[in-house]
Every structure is written in structure tokens, then in C-alpha cells.
């Protein structure tokens, strides 16, 4: 029996929202590269074109996925549909930033642009990226935040990693106010504060929100 194939709509749907990009090389190593691949079934039917039931994959986890193995766990379809929510997540953020052409203005000097550096947290590191947003500092400065946090980086298995990613705007010239939503009416808040040449970033309710124990909480200084 042949293979019915995908309705082109749905084809696309899956491509736009994951732009060629594997959930699974994004859920295990946040690899955000294109890559050659397929979309993958993931109860494995293919009579089920549902696009929830669907998620592009690389050639090399599409088999990994479709595989029977004995030795060791495979991996399951609830942890791949985490891995595309959080692609897809994370590919809206990217993709919705406002794009500049022609000239940009942007601030001569920045103070807290650039690059920070967690200290005094062990093993586990931490940085914290703010990119100023073209012509947004007349009186409304406002930033593209990005950053990495490390959880056990002593594991065999490597460490967890921690994503964050938002737009922000500076209040009273010190102060940026993240609140996340989490799972029905939770959220969590994150404050960073520009103190005396140092960044300060407390979070409330974070378990879990970035990457499972994964914090960014922790004073930082601001890389040379």
C-alpha cells in the first residue's frame, strides 16, 4: 500500500514553523542549524497527518526515532513534542524582531551593551547578551536580551542548558522586567538591574522555566 502523502498545506505549516530546523538536534544540543531532513509522524502512522502528530527532523534522528532498539531507551514522543514546542518557541522570538533596512541609528555608547559573565556561581556559568534596538533609546531604550545558563557542567552526560530570550525596555535607566508565562496562570519574573558597573538578575518562580534547573540568577560582570 502506498504512503499517502502530506496535504501541501500542512507540508508547509510544519517547514515555516520549524524553518528546516530538527527538534530534536534543538531539544538535546540547541543546534539551530538548517538541516537536510523529513517530517517525521511521530506516533509513527502515517494515515495520521495531523500537524501536532508531525515535526521536521534531520535524516539522522528521523531514523534514530523510527529505530527498535533493546539496548537503550528510545526516544519517546513526548519528548520530542517538547523539543518542537520549544523550537517553535524559540524560532517565533528570533523571526518576529523587528528587521531595519537602509540606515539604523543606534546609541554612540552603550553602557550595557554587550556581553555579561555570571561570577561566584561554581561550575555552573552563566551569560547574559543585550543587543540596543535601532532608534528605540529617545526615551524609550529598549534591548534584545539573549543568554546561556549551565547546569552541572560536571555530569557524564554533559549539562542542562538554560535559553532565554526576550525584548525588554529599560526602566529608570537601571532596571529590566521579564514575566514568562509558565503553565496555566503561573509566570515567572526575572529582574535584571544595572548596579554600580555590575548587572544583578533575581528570578522569581523560575524552576524549570529556562531548562530544568537552569537559573540565571547571580551578579555579573560585564566582559572585556
Same mark, same amino acid.
Given at each position: 500500500?502506498?504512503?499517502?502523502?502530506? !496535504?501541501?498545506?500542512?507540508?508547509?505549516?510544519?517547514?515555516?514553523?520549524?524553518?528546516?530546523?530538527?527538534?530534536?538536534?534543538?531539544?538535546? +544540543?540547541?543546534? @539551530?542549524?538548517? $538541516? /537536510?531532513?523529513?517530517?517525521?509522524?511521530?506516533?509513527? $502512522?502515517?494515515?495520521?497527518? /495531523?500537524?501536532?502528530?508531525? /515535526?521536521?527532523?534531520?535524516?539522522?534522528?528521523?531514523?534514530?526515532?523510527?529505530?527498535?532498539?533493546?539496548?537503550? $531507551?528510545?526516544?519517546?514522543?513526548?519528548?520530542?513534542?517538547?523539543?518542537?514546542?520549544?523550537?517553535?518557541?524559540?524560532?517565533?522570538?528570533?523571526?518576529?524582531?523587528?528587521?531595519?533596512?537602509?540606515? =539604523?541609528? @543606534?546609541?554612540?555608547?552603550?553602557?550595557?551593551?554587550?556581553? #555579561?559573565?555570571?561570577? &561566584?556561581?561554581?561550575?555552573?556559568?552563566?551569560?547574559? +547578551?543585550?543587543? !540596543?534596538?535601532?532608534?528605540?533609546?529617545?526615551?524609550? *531604550?529598549?534591548?534584545? *536580551?539573549?543568554?546561556?545558563?549551565?547546569?552541572?557542567?560536571?555530569?557524564?552526560?554533559?549539562?542542562?542548558? &538554560?535559553?532565554?530570550?526576550?525584548?525588554?525596555?529599560? =526602566?529608570? &535607566?537601571?532596571? =529590566?522586567?521579564?514575566?514568562?508565562?509558565?503553565?496555566?496562570?503561573?509566570?515567572?519574573?526575572? #529582574?535584571?538591574?544595572?548596579?554600580?558597573?555590575?548587572?544583578?538578575?533575581?528570578?522569581?518562580? #523560575?524552576?524549570?522555566?529556562?531548562?530544568? +534547573? /537552569?537559573?540565571?540568577?547571580? $551578579?555579573?560582570?560585564?566582559? *572585556?
Amino acid at each position: 500500500m502506498s504512503r499517502k502523502p502530506l !496535504p501541501a498545506p500542512t507540508e508547509t505549516g510544519v517547514l515555516v514553523q520549524s524553518r528546516r530546523r530538527c527538534c530534536i538536534c534543538f531539544g538535546l +544540543n540547541r543546534d @539551530t542549524q538548517l $538541516k /537536510a531532513g523529513q517530517i517525521a509522524h511521530l506516533d509513527q $502512522k502515517s494515515s495520521n497527518n /495531523a500537524e501536532t502528530n508531525l /515535526a521536521f527532523l534531520c535524516f539522522e534522528h528521523h531514523d534514530e526515532y523510527d529505530s527498535v532498539s533493546s539496548q537503550r $531507551k528510545n526516544l519517546t514522543i513526548g519528548e520530542v513534542k517538547q523539543f518542537r514546542t520549544e523550537l517553535y518557541e524559540s524560532i517565533n522570538k528570533a523571526f518576529t524582531q523587528q528587521v531595519h533596512f537602509g540606515e =539604523i541609528t @543606534t546609541p554612540a555608547s552603550d553602557p550595557f551593551a554587550g556581553s #555579561w559573565i555570571r561570577v &561566584g556561581s561554581g561550575e555552573d556559568g552563566a551569560e547574559l +547578551n543585550f543587543t !540596543p534596538l535601532p532608534d528605540s533609546f529617545e526615551g524609550n *531604550v529598549q534591548y534584545y *536580551v539573549s543568554g546561556l545558563a549551565l547546569y552541572g557542567t560536571s555530569r557524564p552526560y554533559g549539562p542542562n542548558l &538554560g535559553i532565554l530570550e526576550f525584548t525588554g525596555e529599560l =526602566i529608570e &535607566g537601571c532596571e =529590566i522586567v521579564y514575566a514568562r508565562p509558565l503553565r496555566e496562570d503561573e509566570v515567572t519574573t526575572t #529582574w535584571l538591574r544595572f548596579i554600580d558597573g555590575m548587572l544583578e538578575v533575581t528570578e522569581e518562580n #523560575w524552576l524549570g522555566a529556562y531548562g530544568m +534547573n /537552569a537559573s540565571f540568577r547571580g $551578579k555579573y560582570i560585564k566582559a *572585556v
